[in-house]
């Protein structure tokens, strides 16, 4: 049977990994290909600590205190995921006037 303290510790070196390459996905982005790497890397350490955290209370351990905690952990490292794989960058996702376009158009006229 696997120990239920070394499956915490990879769930919180999986987050902190992720969390720690999310922080800096800007600086990767300076290359398209970096970016899509780091991106690549984030999506899969962030379904696997989904992957963890959902299996860390059936194995008897807890999160910081917290046997509830792990799984909607876990939801929420799937929503992460998906986020980490959206490449936005350049793209007008809200097609919708923004107060700058709006101010460039009154100037413009």
Same mark, same amino acid.
């Given at each position: 049977?696997?120990?239920?303290?070394?499956?915490?510790?990879?769930?919180?070196?999986?987050?902190?990994?992720?969390?720690? @390459?999310?922080? $800096?996905?800007?600086?990767?982005?300076? +290359?398209?290909?970096?970016?899509?790497?780091?991106? *690549?890397?984030? #999506?899969?350490?962030?379904?696997?600590?989904?992957?963890?955290?959902?299996?860390?209370?059936?194995?008897?351990?807890?999160?910081?205190?917290?046997?509830?905690?792990?799984?909607? @952990?876990?939801? $929420?490292?799937?929503?992460?995921?998906? +986020?980490?794989?959206?490449?936005?960058?350049?793209? *007008?996702?809200? #097609?919708?006037?923004?107060?700058?376009?709006?101010?460039?158009?009154?100037?413009?006229?």
């Amino acid at each position: 049977m696997v120990d239920a303290a070394l499956v915490e510790v990879v769930a919180e070196i999986l987050c902190a990994s992720s969390a720690v @390459l999310f922080t $800096f996905i800007a600086t990767f982005s300076r +290359s398209p290909k970096a970016e899509n790497i780091v991106q *690549n890397i984030i #999506f899969f350490l962030l379904l696997s600590a989904a992957a963890v955290l959902w299996w860390l209370p059936s194995l008897g351990g807890e999160l910081w205190g917290s046997d509830y905690l792990p799984r909607p @952990l876990a939801l $929420f490292c799937i929503i992460l995921a998906i +986020s980490a794989r959206m490449n936005i960058k350049g793209e *007008n996702v809200s #097609f919708g006037a923004n107060p700058h376009s709006i101010k460039r158009q009154s100037e413009e006229e």
